[in-house]
C-alpha cells in the first residue's frame, strides 16, 4: 500500500490550478475562509475519470468545481446540510441535496463517493458505509477526508476546552480507520497522512515528555501527534498496484512544456486511480525503485537516446530491477542522427513504444511494433473569456526553430499588419520571428514556463500556426490547435497537420498560400462574430473529444495489458536486442 499518494505528483499542476481558479470565483464573502478555496489533496483523489462523482459534505461545491473543470463531461452531485454552502454549491454543481451524512441517497451507478469529513459525524458509519457503497459502479472509489483525532491540534484545543462546537460522534485515528473500512467491506488502497503546519506540529513536541511519563515511547507515539487528518481511497473490490516511474529529459529551451502535456500532466491524472504510484524524475537522476513483490512497475523513458554502451547496460538493470520499458516520442527520431547511429536501441532495446500521432506510429513500428497512439490532450479548462467591447485583435505566434515554416509568410504578414492600429502582435519564444515584423505594435516573451504561455494565448485572438510540408513536420501533432482552441484563439493554421483535424471554417481557418493567408487573416481582424463563432466551435470540440480526462483512462488500461504479456514482450525484445540481456 502506498503510504503516500503524492510521491512524484506535482501539488500546483497546471490542470488543477486553472481548474481551481476557475472554482473561487462562485465564492461569496460569506462562506467561511476554511472553505473558500477547494482542498487540494482531496481533489487529487477522485479519479480524473470519474464520470459521476457524489461527495457527501460537500461545502461550498469547489472541490467538484475544479473535478468538473478537469472532467467537463462529468456530473457532479453533492449532499450539504448546510443552506448558506448549499446554495453556493448549486452554482457549479448539477445537483445539491440537503441530506444528512447517512442520509444521503447515493446516485445508483456512481464511479466516486467522496466523504468530505462527514464520517466523524455518523452515529453508524459502518452501516451508512456499506449502504451508500453498495449504489458504486463495478469500479466505484471512495475518497475520504478525516480527522486525527490524536493530532496535537485537537488535543490542544480538547484540554483548552477550546472546540467550535460539541464533540463529534465519532474519533478516528489510523488503526481505527483501518477497523472501520475492513468493518464495511471495503479494500483501501492509499492512505495518506497530511501533516499539521510546523507551528501546531512544534506545539505538539511539547507534549512529548507527558507521554515518557505516562510510560510511552515519544517516537512512537508522539508520531500521531503531528498528523492533522488523513486521506484515502478505497473500494469494494483490491486493485493491482503500478508504479509507474517517469524518467524525462533535463529541461532545455522550450522542452518544459513537451515535458509537461507528455508526461506530467498524464502522470497527474493517472495518479488519481487507486493503487497508483507516481515517480518523476529527470534522466540525470534515475535510481530503480524497490516495491513490494509482486507490484506491477513501468519505467517510461521520455525521448531518452540509448546508446550501446551505457543505454544498453542502464535497460538491463531497469529490466533486473523489474521494470518493463515503455519509450516515449513525440517527434520524428530522424531528426536525431545518434539514434540510427546506434542501432535505433532506443526504439527497439524497450518493450513498447507510446508516441502521439498514427503517422509516427507507423514510422517506429519498423523498429518495434508495440506502439500505443496517445494523442496529446487538454488537461483543463479556464473558464469562458469575457467578450471584449474594445481594444485591439491580438495575433499570437509562440515556437521554437520554426524559421523554415513561417519565413515563407513573413512578407504578407507584414503587408496585412504593416500600420494597423487595430493589431497587437503577441510573440513567445521566437526573438527572429519578432524582429522581422514591421509594426511597433509588438510584444516579445522569450522562453517562458508553460503557464506563462497559456496566460498569454489566453489573451489572444488569432494564433498563427504555420508548417511547411517537410518529412518532419508531417509526423507532429496538432497541440498547438487544441492549446489555441481550449484558451479562445482562434488557429490561423497550414494544412500540414492540422488539416486531419481543424474544420476549416467552423474550428478554425487553413491556409493553403499566401493568398489565402492574407485574406483570411483579413477577415480574422475585421470580423468578431466570425472569431467569435470559430473559437466556440473549437472549444467545444476540445470539450467532446480533447479532455485529457477522457483519455487518460485507456492508457492506464494499456500499461496494464503490458504488465499481462510480460513474458512475451520480454521474449520479443531479446529476438530484437540480445545484448540488454547480457551479463
Known amino acids: 500500500m502506498a503510504e503516500d499518494v503524492m510521491e512524484g505528483v506535482a501539488t500546483d499542476a497546471?490542470?488543477?490550478?486553472?481548474?481551481?481558479?476557475?472554482?473561487?470565483?462562485?465564492?461569496?464573502?460569506?462562506?467561511?475562509?476554511?472553505?473558500?478555496?477547494?482542498?487540494?489533496?482531496?481533489?487529487?483523489?477522485?479519479?480524473?475519470?470519474?464520470?459521476?462523482?457524489?461527495?457527501?459534505?460537500?461545502?461550498?461545491?469547489?472541490?467538484?468545481?475544479?473535478?468538473?473543470?478537469?472532467?467537463?463531461?462529468?456530473?457532479?452531485?453533492?449532499?450539504?446540510?448546510?443552506?448558506?454552502?448549499?446554495e453556493i454549491a448549486r452554482r457549479s454543481l448539477d445537483r445539491v441535496e440537503p441530506a444528512g451524512a447517512e442520509q444521503a441517497e447515493v446516485p445508483e451507478g456512481a464511479d466516486c463517493l467522496v466523504y468530505n469529513h462527514v464520517l466523524e459525524q455518523m452515529g453508524d458509519p459502518v452501516a451508512a458505509l456499506r449502504r451508500q457503497t453498495a449504489r458504486l459502479g463495478p469500479d466505484g472509489v471512495v475518497v475520504a477526508a478525516i480527522a486525527n483525532a490524536q493530532s496535537a491540534e485537537a488535543i490542544i484545543a480538547?484540554?483548552?476546552?477550546?472546540?467550535?462546537?460539541?464533540?463529534?460522534?465519532?474519533?478516528?485515528?489510523?488503526?481505527?480507520?483501518?477497523?472501520?473500512f475492513a468493518a464495511a467491506g471495503l479494500t483501501i488502497h492509499d492512505l495518506h497522512e497530511e501533516p499539521l503546519e510546523a507551528e501546531a506540529a512544534r506545539r505538539g513536541e511539547l507534549l512529548h515528555p507527558l507521554l515518557s511519563d505516562g510510560g510511552l515511547d515519544p517516537a512512537e507515539a508522539g508520531r500521531p501527534l503531528g498528523i492533522r487528518r488523513f486521506l484515502l481511497r478505497?473500494?469494494?473490490?483490491?486493485?493491482?498496484?503500478?508504479?509507474?516511474?517517469?524518467?524525462?529529459?533535463?529541461?532545455?529551451?522550450?522542452?518544459?512544456?513537451?515535458?509537461?502535456?507528455?508526461?506530467?500532466?498524464?502522470?497527474?491524472?493517472?495518479?488519481?486511480?487507486?493503487?497508483?504510484?507516481?515517480?518523476?524524475?529527470?534522466?540525470?537522476?534515475?535510481?530503480?525503485?524497490?516495491?513490494?513483490?509482486?507490484?506491477?512497475?513501468?519505467?517510461?523513458?521520455?525521448?531518452?537516446?540509448?546508446?550501446?554502451?551505457?543505454?544498453?547496460?542502464?535497460?538491463?538493470?531497469?529490466?533486473?530491477?523489474?521494470?518493463?520499458?515503455v519509450a516515449e516520442w513525440d517527434d520524428d527520431p530522424d531528426h536525431w542522427p545518434s539514434i540510427a547511429e546506434n542501432g535505433h536501441l532506443a526504439l527497439k532495446g524497450v518493450h513498447a513504444l507510446q508516441v502521439s500521432t498514427p503517422a509516427l506510429a507507423e514510422k517506429v513500428a519498423a523498429f518495434n511494433p508495440e506502439v500505443a497512439v496517445f494523442a496529446n490532450q487538454i488537461a483543463s479548462l479556464p473558464p469562458p473569456r469575457a467578450a471584449r467591447a474594445e481594444g485591439p485583435v491580438t495575433f499570437f505566434f509562440g515556437?521554437?526553430?520554426?524559421?523554415?515554416?513561417?519565413a515563407p509568410y513573413m512578407s504578407t504578414l507584414n503587408q496585412v499588419l504593416r500600420g494597423r492600429t487595430d493589431?497587437?502582435?503577441?510573440?513567445?519564444?521566437d526573438q527572429r520571428f519578432f524582429d522581422a515584423l514591421e509594426t511597433e505594435a509588438r510584444t516579445f516573451t522569450p522562453n517562458c514556463p508553460t503557464e506563462e504561455y497559456y496566460r498569454l494565448l489566453g489573451q489572444s485572438d488569432i494564433s498563427f500556426m504555420p508548417l511547411a510540408d517537410t518529412p518532419f513536420n508531417r509526423l507532429k501533432s496538432d497541440l498547438k490547435f487544441i492549446e489555441a482552441a481550449s484558451r479562445g484563439a482562434v488557429a490561423l493554421a497550414s494544412p500540414v497537420v492540422y488539416q486531419d483535424t481543424i474544420v476549416d471554417g467552423r474550428t478554425g481557418l487553413i491556409f493553403r498560400d499566401a493568398g489565402e493567408l492574407r485574406e483570411k487573416l483579413t477577415a480574422l481582424i475585421e470580423q468578431a462574430e466570425l472569431r467569435r463563432s470559430i473559437a466556440a466551435g473549437a472549444a467545444s470540440y476540445v470539450r467532446e473529444h480533447r479532455m485529457l480526462s477522457q483519455h487518460a483512462p485507456l492508457r492506464l488500461k494499456w500499461y496494464r495489458t503490458l504488465l499481462q504479456h510480460r513474458d512475451w514482450l520480454d521474449q520479443a525484445l531479446r529476438q530484437r536486442c540480445p545484448e540488454v540481456f547480457a551479463d
Open 158 to 180: 480538547l484540554l483548552g476546552d477550546r472546540m467550535s462546537g460539541p464533540l463529534p460522534p465519532r474519533a478516528y485515528t489510523r488503526r481505527s480507520i483501518l477497523a472501520l
Open 423 to 429: 493589431v497587437a502582435v503577441q510573440v513567445v519564444h
Open 14 to 86: 497546471p490542470g488543477q490550478a486553472a481548474a481551481a481558479a476557475k472554482a473561487r470565483r462562485v465564492i461569496a464573502p460569506a462562506v467561511p475562509a476554511a472553505l473558500a478555496r477547494p482542498d487540494g489533496n482531496l481533489i487529487r483523489l477522485v479519479p480524473r475519470g470519474a464520470r459521476l462523482v457524489a461527495e457527501i459534505g460537500c461545502g461550498a461545491g469547489l472541490q467538484g468545481a475544479v473535478h468538473k473543470g478537469l472532467n467537463p463531461g462529468s456530473r457532479y452531485v453533492g449532499f450539504e446540510t448546510r443552506p448558506e454552502l448549499a
Open 399 to 406: 515556437a521554437m526553430n520554426r524559421e523554415r515554416d513561417w
Open 234 to 325: 478505497a473500494s469494494r473490490r483490491p486493485r493491482e498496484p503500478l508504479l509507474l516511474h517517469n524518467v524525462t529529459l533535463v529541461p532545455g529551451p522550450g522542452q518544459s512544456q513537451v515535458i509537461e502535456i507528455r508526461v506530467r500532466q498524464p502522470m497527474e491524472f493517472l495518479a488519481s486511480y487507486p493503487g497508483i504510484e507516481v515517480v518523476r524524475e529527470s534522466f540525470r537522476e534515475i535510481a530503480p525503485r524497490q516495491r513490494p513483490e509482486g507490484m506491477g512497475k513501468i519505467c517510461i523513458l521520455q525521448r531518452i537516446i540509448l546508446n550501446r554502451d551505457w543505454g544498453a547496460k542502464l535497460v538491463r538493470e531497469l529490466r533486473r530491477a523489474g521494470y518493463l520499458l
